[in-house]
């Protein structure tokens, strides 16, 4: 494990002498922020989304649990995006943000589906996919249904098979209970509520995308963020969904210090370096 974690803090410096190196800021000026679409689909609620037209490959942001495109982390990636002249595109799964449907019948398969759909209808070429605590197994879902069309895999904090394996570890006749009611009230910081509430319905359904437990089909470049005092989704998760992947160029990159959230400054300036890194990696390829 020593070994290991040696080689992801190394990568942090080999990342930081890039960035050096190619001199990526963000500069004073401001890019003149996208505008919210929403795609029409049939027999489904219209996805709200923001896009901006530019390189190939593009960047595509995929937001947490009951999360929107309009957090820190999204904005920020589209004015790199703009800066670098990239593609790039961030939207709201069916009934969250601006998005339409209720986040109450939402599923993993739900959202699965919303993400295939933007891969498929509203960008063009191989993305990055970035993927935000359960966004980053959705970027895993999305990677093995569409491989031709993921250049890349940036997971921050993912919450790969999270809420069924947290549900699985408890103990038996609080499962028992939880499956009576059927319902499991989880508390929480991040909400108003103070707690998130998933039917027992919620959980069998995610137990379908499980991707944990047999090696992941994924063979381009993986980078996993995590911060090591994440109270909400453990950094081992990240070392489980390294060693899963398929792919030879994969690394973990922990934070000492870092949340759930990854929404600091010096948290986002990682994240945007490691996808310059990657883009200059995938362009240099060509």
Known sequence: MASTLARHFSRIFQLTLHVQRKSVTFSGVRHKSSTVQYATRPDLPKL?????????????????????????KAEA?????QSLGHSYLRFDYTGCGS?????????????????????????????I??????????MC??????????AAMVGIATAADHFVTVFNTLPIEVRKEIEEKGQWVVPTKHNEEGSITFTTEFLKEAEQHCVLQSPIPVTCPVRLIHGMKDQDV???????????????????ILRKHGQHRMAEKEDIKLIVYTIDDLIDKLTTLV
């Open 77 to 81: 990636l589209e004015e790199f995006c």
């Open 141 to 150: 879902l999305a990677a093995i249904a569409r491989p031709e069309r993921t």
């Open 99 to 127: 998005s339409e449907g209720e986040m109450v019948g939402g599923t993993v398969g739900t959202w699965k589906r919303d993400v295939l759909y933007v891969l498929d209808e509203l960008v063009e070429g191989p993305q």
């Open 48 to 72: 709200a989304y923001r896009k901006v037209k530019g390189k190939s490959p593009g960047v595509v942001f995929l937001p947490g649990f009951a999360s929107n495109m309009g957090g820190k």
């Open 234 to 252: 453990p950094w081992h998760i990240s070392m489980q969904l390294a060693e899963r992947v398929l792919s030879n160029d994969v690394d973990v």
């Open 129 to 138: 996919l970035v993927g935000s605590s359960m966004g980053g197994w959705l």
